[in-house]
């Protein structure tokens, strides 16, 4: 037996020359799914097919093309989990925190902006923390919906649940929205002839994109190291450089994205603040309690006077598990892959046997740059501050889908 993959699947593709029918990426898919053939486009299978029989549908080619067409402007939107785990593709140690030359190389590729995709998640935590508290007052509870392999999921074994989910984009849809807009508007660009390339550690957002206009392409943590080694850029030797600014400053709640967890901590943060006007005790910053690897977390949450009982699963198949519970909770945060998107179908192939080593090194080195990061509330992010003043509370710019548009 083997997992399903039908031509039309926009995340991943099978090599059938390389596939000796061994059934290790079913097995993977009922470990971490369980829902039979019905992919929902996590991309787990391609981390544990022993062959490379499985891969991310790759179009990385398409996105050197328009980089090299002097038409287009085109724009990367790098992803949090990207930068701890891109070094692993060329030798650098575990975890390794690589902003700087990540930024670098995608400039010597050749992408006229490089974005920093954690300015999207401080959009989405300011959207979705505001979603809490009003739910709060409703006594309703909030389901996290950054992944899309999770909303796929939730729209196929229990459609009449969808109103739980956070209705905010995701962050990769926040930038590219902010790109085609803000951006545009204030370079004076033609959108049409604007380029949104995402740099994603999931291949389950190029299933996602499909109901996004803004983002045109998603490339993989992998699919960058091949443009690299295609295009010869020496990653190793690539010297930093930052991020382009309109939309390039992020805090480090918006970092912690990457791990299972951070969207739940990120936002507590700023929903605590909204509630009370005041900064979030010192806890709110390292809360232990939804860190981690397990496939399941709870706590409760002290909001000065307002008790929040809160859970953080990963994997959909424990969803199963506890689903007749999430209910009670006030807020759940799910994410498809093991340790969140540090640990997405996306990443670097690894030993399995080394693969949560690798995903805990992940995880510690967003946390560690959040720790050291003097911004640590999308709240106070002043960009983020600027651009609702300036631009998106009067052009009212759309942050949030249409329940026809959940991928399905």
């Given at each position: 037996?083997?997992?399903?993959?039908?031509?039309?699947?926009?995340?991943?593709?099978?090599?059938?020359?390389?596939?000796?029918?061994?059934?290790?990426?079913?097995?993977?898919?009922?470990?971490?799914?369980?829902?039979?053939?019905?992919?929902?486009?996590?991309?787990?299978?391609?981390?544990?097919?022993?062959?490379?029989?499985?891969?991310?549908?790759?179009?990385?080619?398409?996105?050197?093309?328009?980089?090299?067409?002097?038409?287009?402007?085109?724009?990367?939107?790098?992803?949090?989990?990207?930068?701890?785990?891109?070094?692993?593709?060329?030798?650098?140690?575990?975890?390794?925190?690589?902003?700087?030359?990540?930024?670098?190389?995608?400039?010597?590729?050749?992408?006229?902006?490089?974005?920093?995709?954690?300015?999207?998640?401080?959009?989405?935590?300011?959207?979705e923390a505001s979603e809490?508290?009003?739910?709060?007052?409703?006594?309703?509870?909030?389901?996290?919906?950054?992944?899309?392999?999770?909303?796929?999921?939730?729209?196929?074994?229990?459609?009449?649940?969808?109103?739980?989910?956070?209705?905010?984009?995701?962050?990769?849809?926040?930038?590219?929205?902010?790109?085609?807009?803000?951006?545009?508007?204030?370079?004076?660009?033609?959108?049409?002839?604007?380029?949104?390339?995402?740099?994603?550690?999931?291949?389950?957002?190029?299933?996602?994109?499909?109901?996004?206009?803004?983002?045109?392409?998603?490339?993989?943590?992998?699919?960058?190291?091949?443009?690299?080694?295609?295009?010869?850029?020496?990653?190793?030797?690539?010297?930093?450089?930052?991020?382009?600014?309109?939309?390039?400053?992020?805090?480090?709640?918006?970092?912690?994205?990457?791990?299972?967890?951070?969207?739940?901590?990120?936002?507590?943060?700023?929903?605590?603040?909204?509630?009370?006007?005041?900064?979030?005790?010192?806890?709110?910053?390292?809360?232990?309690?939804?860190?981690?690897?397990?496939?399941?977390?709870?706590?409760?949450?002290?909001?000065?006077?307002?008790?929040?009982?809160?859970?953080?699963?990963?994997?959909?198949?424990?969803?199963?598990?506890?689903?007749?519970?999430?209910?009670?909770?006030?807020?759940?945060?799910?994410?498809?892959?093991p340790t969140g998107c540090?640990?997405?179908?996306?990443?670097?192939?690894?030993?399995?046997?080394?693969?949560?080593?690798?995903?805990?090194?992940?995880?510690?080195?967003?946390?560690?740059?959040?720790?050291?990061?003097?911004?640590?509330?999308?709240?106070?992010?002043?960009?983020?501050?600027?651009?609702?003043?300036?631009?998106?509370?009067?052009?009212?710019?759309?942050?949030?889908?249409?329940?026809?548009?959940?991928?399905?």
């Amino acid at each position: 037996m083997r997992v399903v993959v039908k031509e039309d699947n926009a995340s991943l593709a099978r090599i059938e020359e390389k596939c000796i029918n061994c059934g290790v990426c079913q097995k993977t898919c009922l470990e971490n799914n369980n829902i039979g053939d019905n992919c929902i486009n996590c991309g787990q299978c391609i981390l544990t097919c022993p062959t490379g029989a499985l891969v991310p549908k790759y179009v990385y080619q398409k996105v050197l093309n328009y980089i090299n067409d002097t038409d287009y402007t085109v724009v990367v939107l790098t992803s949090p989990a990207v930068r701890v785990a891109i070094g692993d593709e060329f030798g650098f140690e575990a975890g390794a925190f690589l902003e700087g030359k990540m930024v670098g190389a995608l400039k010597k590729l050749g992408f006229d902006y490089v974005f920093d995709t954690t300015f999207g998640a401080d959009l989405t935590v300011m959207e979705e923390a505001s979603e809490l508290v009003s739910r709060l007052a409703k006594k309703q509870t909030l389901f996290t919906s950054c992944c899309p392999a999770w909303v796929s999921f939730m729209a196929l074994k229990h459609p009449e649940d969808l109103d739980y989910l956070s209705t905010s984009k995701s962050p990769i849809a926040m930038l590219g929205a902010m790109v085609k807009t803000y951006f545009a508007d204030f370079n004076n660009l033609n959108k049409e002839k604007i380029i949104t390339v995402a740099l994603a550690p999931c291949v389950a957002k190029k299933y996602e994109m499909k109901f996004n206009d803004d983002v045109d392409f998603v490339i993989t943590t992998r699919e960058l190291a091949m443009m690299m080694r295609e295009c010869g850029i020496d990653f190793p030797n690539c010297i930093d450089q930052e991020f382009d600014k309109l939309l390039g400053t992020g805090s480090g709640a918006g970092l912690i994205f990457g791990s299972s967890g951070g969207v739940m901590e990120a936002t507590l943060r700023t929903a605590y603040y909204m509630l009370n006007k005041e900064k979030a005790p010192d806890k709110f910053y390292e809360l232990a309690e939804v860190r981690g690897q397990a496939d399941f977390k709870e706590t409760i949450v002290d909001m000065k006077g307002q008790k929040l009982k809160v859970a953080v699963l990963n994997k959909v198949a424990n969803v199963e598990k506890y689903y007749s519970q999430l209910k009670n909770y006030d807020f759940v945060e799910v994410m498809s892959c093991p340790t969140g998107c540090v640990g997405g179908g996306g990443q670097p192939l690894v030993a399995s046997s080394q693969a949560a080593l690798y995903q805990a090194k992940r995880q510690q080195s967003l946390y560690a740059s959040d720790k050291e990061n003097k911004l640590k509330e999308s709240y106070a992010n002043k960009d983020l501050q600027v651009a609702y003043s300036t631009y998106i509370n009067k052009n009212k710019v759309n942050l949030h889908r249409e329940k026809e548009k959940i991928p399905r």
